[in-house]
């Protein structure tokens, strides 16, 4: 178990390696270390492709989470599921905020995570408050 990081390119697979090891901080902060987290890195291109097929969304986005969780209890066998970065994107939306790459990859490796453990921000406000409330804990804990 663990987290299995993918990516095409050189750049691309430097950038999987260094969120491979916050995802693995996170897992073991979130008492979850045995659990297993594939994480992939594409380019817009194939997240515009991946958003259209799951979403009905035809543009890119930053990050996309395929839950293995179903309904209430544990994750089957520890497997909690796949986040999908675009790179490209997160790159633009860390110059926007004048961020490192790093951190902007970080933040939407959380984000993901936690739609893998349940949260959503979509459902209400409330639902909102405390998915920013965790991400903002889990943010610290990489810092």
């Given amino acids: 178990m663990?987290?299995?990081a993918t990516a095409?390119?050189?750049r691309a697979a430097a950038f999987a390696a260094r969120l491979?090891?916050?995802a693995r901080r996170l897992l073991h902060g979130?008492?979850?270390a045995d659990a297993e987290l594939s994480l992939v890195v594409v380019?817009?291109?194939k997240m515009r492709a991946l958003n259209r097929r799951y979403r009905g969304v035809d543009r890119p986005t930053d990050v996309l989470s395929f839950s293995?969780?179903?309904g209430a209890g544990p994750p089957p066998d520890g497997l909690l599921g796949d986040v999908v970065i675009s790179?490209?994107?997160a790159r633009r939306q860390a110059a926007v905020r004048g961020e490192r790459l790093e951190r902007e990859g970080q933040r939407l490796l959380i984000h993901g995570l936690l739609h893998l453990l349940g949260y959503?921000?979509?459902r209400s406000a409330a639902d909102a408050d405390r998915m920013a409330r965790r991400a903002r804990t889990l943010e610290r804990w990489l810092r």
Avoid: F, I, K, N
């Fill in 68 to 70: 293995q969780r179903e």
């Fill in 8 to 10: 095409r390119g050189r």
């Fill in 2 to 4: 663990g987290v299995v």
């Fill in 120 to 122: 959503d921000h979509e």
């Fill in 20 to 22: 491979a090891r916050s």
């Fill in 87 to 89: 790179l490209e994107t």
């Fill in 43 to 45: 380019s817009d291109r």
């Fill in 30 to 32: 979130l008492r979850l």
